[in-house]
């Protein structure tokens, strides 16, 4: 095990990627040769790597994705479900981030809808944007605890403030009054401020329905379908022959 002071002196700074190019380069010949600030300038790129990295992962689990492993470079454009190849891909760049775009996913069940969504997350948090995923039942259930303890303001912040927000499966039962209220809160704190996905089993044009109230749908949907991406999936379920990007996933909730 090396021992060299400076090694222990960069292990105890946490500069952990520092020290293990500078172990590198004491264990590789010749390196005793090269200019100390190629030595430097290696140091510093590995140990910018490694804080990257750390911060990546530290995004990715905050965001806890439902598919926390689905990326973009791994799409299945082959399955048959009408996905939009170059519509999809042009979404990488994070453009439809800075522009505090919405993205609405819709098709049937298994056509990996959550899937997209979740790719789509996970290169956010590449990028460096905070991300949250949320399944639209368990959202309005912890939106309904936290209104009774006395939490809902800070849920609330985390949500409106986030770069990007995923609100998995909508619909297909009729929205509560309640639930009517804290979605149009989300929507307009958001709006033109945030970017947002919204998956659901029903095309866009049902989404008033689910609803309920005409002045909230009007409202919502006003704010989410404006200048929205809007992916239309329709095929047979990919889980009755699992593609890599849903392998393992057997939840009938996953889109």
Not at 46 to 60: G, I, M, N, V, W
Request: with cysteine; glycine share 6%; aromatic share 6%.
């Amino acid at each position: 095990m090396l021992t060299h002071p400076t090694h222990e002196a960069l292990r105890t700074l946490k500069l952990d990627g520092m020290a293990e190019v500078f172990a590198e380069l004491l264990a590789r010949d010749g390196s005793r040769q090269m200019d100390p600030v190629e030595w430097i300038g290696l140091m510093l790129d590995r140990e910018s790597a490694a804080r990257d990295s750390r911060r990546f992962q530290t995004r990715l689990a905050a965001a806890k994705l439902r598919e926390s492993s689905a990326c973009m470079e791994d799409v299945d454009y082959r399955a048959a479900r009408k996905l939009d190849r170059a519509l999809f891909q042009s979404l990488q760049d994070g453009a439809w981030i800075s522009r505090h775009r919405s993205i609405l996913i819709t098709g049937p069940c298994g056509v990996g809808k959550s899937w997209l969504a979740c790719a789509l997350g996970h290169e956010a948090c590449r990028q460096g944007k905070v991300t949250l995923y949320f399944r639209m039942p368990r959202l309005f259930s912890e939106l309904a605890t936290a209104r009774g303890d006395g939490s809902f303001e800070r849920i609330f912040r985390k949500i409106v403030r986030a770069d990007v927000v995923i609100l998995d499966d909508w619909g297909p039962e009729q929205m509560t009054a309640s639930q009517r209220r804290d979605l149009m809160e989300i929507v307009d704190d958001r709006y033109g401020r945030k970017a947002t996905i919204v998956t659901s089993q029903l095309p866009v044009e049902k989404w008033y329905d689910i609803i309920g109230d005409p002045t909230f749908a009007d409202a919502i949907l006003d704010r989410l379908v404006h200048h929205a991406h809007r992916i239309a999936l329709d095929g047979p379920s990919m889980r009755k022959n699992p593609r890599p990007e849903i392998v393992g996933d057997t939840n009938e909730a996953e889109q």
